[in-house]
């Protein structure tokens, strides 16, 4: 007889280890989502904050660029400002090239859409209750605070967007309330 055949062996994993490590990785796994599922919530909320924030400061560089008054309002349509809405549902934001306070198709430079799972965008102050302008110099029409959350109200998901008189909005990561 050879020594080749006593010492043969056959490489490889056994049922039983491979069910432990999939016990393991399930383990692993489970422990693991719901961490990461708040931070695709928080990662998704501060997206939307950030577009809001972009959106302002575009709002506010188009005024002085153009060296006009150039406002964001609220719109569900996407064609034209609304007053029955709510900023969640979407909003717009015109260069006002004919003075007639209204966005004409030629006069509109960005549309965004509503805001995604139930989001709220809710604002304090009564000076941006349906539109924020800014005029030529910059400066806004008024005062104001955005908040946005997320549909189930957690504060430790939202943010809050304040807006100065001289038009320079600034993103805060926690506010002390969701409520209308």
Request: include cysteine; charged fraction near 20%; proline fraction near 2%.
């Amino acid at each position: 007889m050879s020594d080749t055949s006593l010492k043969t062996r056959t490489l490889g994993f056994t049922v039983v280890e491979l069910m432990i490590t999939l016990l393991i990785a399930a383990v692993l796994l489970g422990m693991a989502a719901p961490g990461l599922s708040d931070l695709l919530e928080r990662n998704r909320i501060q997206t939307s904050a950030n577009n809001l924030f972009t959106t302002l400061m575009l709002t506010r560089s188009e005024a002085l660029k153009r060296n006009r008054a150039v406002v964001m309002c609220k719109s569900s349509s996407g064609t034209a400002c609304t007053t029955g809405t709510q900023w969640h549902n979407g909003w717009l934001v015109y260069v006002d090239n004919d003075g007639d306070s209204a966005a004409d198709p030629n006069e509109i430079l960005r549309v965004e859409g509503s805001l995604r799972n139930g989001d709220t965008l809710l604002v304090s102050g009564a000076d941006f209750t349906n539109e924020i302008s800014y005029g030529m110099d910059g400066t806004a029409s008024g005062t104001g605070t955005f908040v946005l959350c997320n549909a189930s109200g957690d504060l430790d998901f939202a943010r809050e967007l304040d807006v100065a008189i001289t038009g320079r909005p600034k993103l805060n990561k926690s506010t002390t309330d969701c409520t209308p």
